[in-house]
């Protein structure tokens, strides 16, 4: 479906009224939602993507919102909407873990939010998984090893930071590829337990996973033994000689 644009001031009538209040909201709502949206900078709501819903092109949909690209001014960006559904009353909370992330420069940009929206940088590119299925022919592993050391280092630097992201064990759902690999989603960060970036990421990557799968077609992993000593050992104490041991042990020092 080719892409196309839309103001703000349409968002609240059919069918967009369906992505600014998903799963669906009250006239009253989509008023509310459509002026904070101007508030906000927002000059278009742009559809295209790869997800479809209610027959409109996003870039995305999670528990918490949908995303879509938007324009602010003639900037691109990603604009992550607070579902009607959702158990979270606000997106404040989200934005300002991304803002913490941002601090160690690992995330997606955060440029503002307010209640119900995240707005922020755009990226580009693939869903991890779907850029290591695509990787063919020589220097296909060297380029792996790129990403996933440039991965694992925003993950030591969350760990560094004491924000633990939540969510890495699926890593295949929240690091996106383009010029350089990004971690996105920061709804179910948290300051307030224990880190395991790393060891979550590391594990999502090589040992239990479709994506360990589809990285082992790639380049030869360790034995599993070797790998989860090396992690276990990092969970216990996360200095930096021991994240270096790690990369050691998975071939990407």
């Known amino acids: 479906m080719d892409s196309f ?26 008023a509310r939602r459509t002026l904070e ?20 092109p996003v870039l995305g949909k999670g528990y918490v919102g949908v995303v879509v690209l938007s324009k602010m001014g003639k900037k691109d960006v990603a604009l992550k909407i607070r579902r009607i559904d959702s158990s979270r009353a606000e997106m ?67 760990d560094t930071a004491h924000l633990d992201h939540g969510e890495l064990s699926y890593i295949h759902k929240h690091v996106i590829v383009g010029g350089s690999p990004c971690i996105i989603d920061f709804e179910s960060s948290s300051l307030n337990r224990r ?25 030869k992993v360790p034995s599993t033994a070797r790998m989860i000593k090396s992690l276990k050992k990092y969970k216990h104490d996360q200095s930096r000689e021991n994240f270096d041991q790690v990369l050691q042990v998975l071939g990407l020092d």
């Open 92 to 158: 404040e909370t989200e934005a300002k873990l991304l803002g913490e992330a941002n601090k160690v420069n690992v995330g997606p940009k955060l440029i503002k939010s307010s209640k119900n929206f995240i707005v922020m940088e755009y990226l580009e590119g693939k869903k991890i998984i779907d850029w290591v299925r695509d990787l063919k022919g020589r220097g296909s592993a060297k380029k792996f090893r790129e990403v996933a050391r440039k991965v694992l280092e925003d993950c030591y630097s969350l």
């Open 37 to 56: 949206l101007k508030k906000l900078g927002i000059s278009r709501i742009v559809f295209g993507g790869p997800t479809i819903l209610n027959n409109l």
């Open 195 to 219: 880190t395991s970036n790393v060891t979550s990421a590391a594990q999502s990557i090589f040992i239990g996973s479709a994506l360990s799968s589809a990285v082992k077609k790639i380049v």
């Open 5 to 30: 644009s839309v103001p703000p001031s349409r968002m609240d009538k059919e069918p967009y009224s369906h992505i600014l209040g998903y799963p669906k909201a009250t006239k009253k709502e989509l």
